[in-house]
């Protein structure tokens, strides 16, 4: 019996790996064993809120007292609130010898907010230069009256001279289409207009153009006569919206149409551009101005209109825009070609494709027409 038992204790000392080993309780490590998964009951996964961002409104502004800029700061932070933004508290700081101050905001907003606005700040020039320069002034004016009618706040417009002839730009309010999202930025950004040689003569002019902000419902924040490259003054808007993180989306583009008529004379083109405005009224695109352009030997026109812009699916869709009808028929006559021209306008415009510019080509035995017209979204021609 005691030799079976040796010779049993014997092979599993010796053949056996696991009791062959030397064997010491702290040769083993506790973190090296593996834990068998706890149950956990089903539900949504634990989230946690990410903490709020806070950013710091700061000012280039500078006073002699401190008892100067805390004054200027409580206003700040009214102006800072009255435009939708949450304030968190400002201090005064020293700025060199003189003293500034320092606003903490919350540099963003719920979707649902109504300030601040999202808007762009945009500027039109036809480009064309007018002669004599004077000539800009009254162009600049029917324009900008034009933006307005289309319910497009101007915040400032002005005309540039280059000899005897003259440019002018206008400055206009567009809303900005932000794609849906939980929150928006605040965005603090500045516009300079106006011309004026001395600097109290734009100090007087900035409650005019922080009134044309406001009216229009973007809060402006301050205004300050700043110089300009060309010696005289401007005056510089501080003002505040919500923008999104894809970049600028303009609820309205301004699109060219080139006209197809030539005249001889540039003044008769620039007539028949003219003339073509109300058409694009009629056809329900705000037309903004027309110029006279070459067109080989002679002259044509082109006219400058606006559309709605709707963002679907990463692309621009416009709510209009010019397309050409081009006959398929050819006419012995060129009166013959006319006469069919006419009956293709009525017919374009009685199913509310309004033409606004037409064409007859072609020589004696070949004569064709085509025709463009304004297309809305969702509207097609009718059957040839």
């Known amino acids: 019996m005691l030799k079976n038992t040796a010779a049993a204790l014997s092979f599993f000392l010796f053949t056996v790996p696991a009791f062959a080993q030397t064997f010491a309780l702290n040769s083993y490590d506790a973190a090296a064993i593996p834990g068998t998964p706890a149950a956990r009951p089903h539900g949504p996964a634990p989230v946690t809120p990410p903490g709020a961002a806070i950013a710091t409104y700061t000012t280039d502004e500078t006073f002699t007292f401190e008892s100067q800029a805390k004054p200027a700061m409580d206003a700040r932070i009214a102006a800072l609130q009255a435009a939708g933004i949450t304030t968190l508290g400002g201090r005064v700081v020293p700025a060199g010898n003189d003293y500034s101050f320092a606003i903490d905001y919350v540099p963003t907003v719920k979707d649902g907010a109504a300030l601040p606005p999202a808007v762009l700040v945009e500027t039109y020039s036809n480009g064309a230069s007018y002669w004599p320069s004077q000539s800009a ?34 400055d206009y ?32 002019n900035i409650p005019a153009y922080l009134a044309l902000f ?35 989306r303009p609820q309205y583009s301004v699109v060219r149409y080139d006209g197809r008529a030539t005249f001889p004379f540039e003044k008769d083109a620039l007539a028949a551009g003219k003339a073509a405005l109300p058409l694009f009224a009629r056809a329900g695109v705000p037309p903004l101005s027309a110029v006279s352009r070459p067109a080989g030997n002679d002259y044509s026109y082109s006219v ?3 559309v709605q812009n709707f963002y679907q699916h990463g692309a621009v ?34 199913a509310g494709l309004t033409v606004v510019g037409s064409a007859v080509t072609g020589q004696l035995g070949s004569f ?12 097609s021609a009718p059957a040839r």
């Open 214 to 248: 406001r009216q229009a419902g973007v809060p402006a924040i301050r205004g300050e006569a700043v110089p300009r490259p060309d010696g005289n003054y401007a005056v510089r808007v501080e003002y505040a919206v919500k923008a999104g993180k894809e970049g600028p």
């Open 173 to 204: 309010l567009v809303g900005d289409a932000l794609p849906r999202a939980p929150q928006y930025d605040v965005k603090f950004r500045t516009y300079t207009g106006g011309k004026f040689t001395f600097e109290n003569e734009a100090k007087n």
């Open 368 to 379: 064709s027409y085509s025709l463009d017209y304004v297309a809305k979204a969702g509207q």
């Open 317 to 350: 869709v416009p709510s209009a825009a010019v397309e050409t009808y081009q006959a398929q028929e050819t006419f012995t006559f060129e009166q013959d070609a006319k006469k069919a021209l006419a009956d293709k306008t009525s017919a374009f415009d009685a």
């Open 137 to 170: 002034a009254a162009a600049m004016n029917d324009c900008a009256a034009d933006f307005r009618a289309a319910r497009l706040s101007v915040v400032g417009s002005r005309t540039e001279d280059s000899g005897a002839n003259g440019t002018f730009s206008v």
């Open 304 to 306: 400058d209109f606006l």
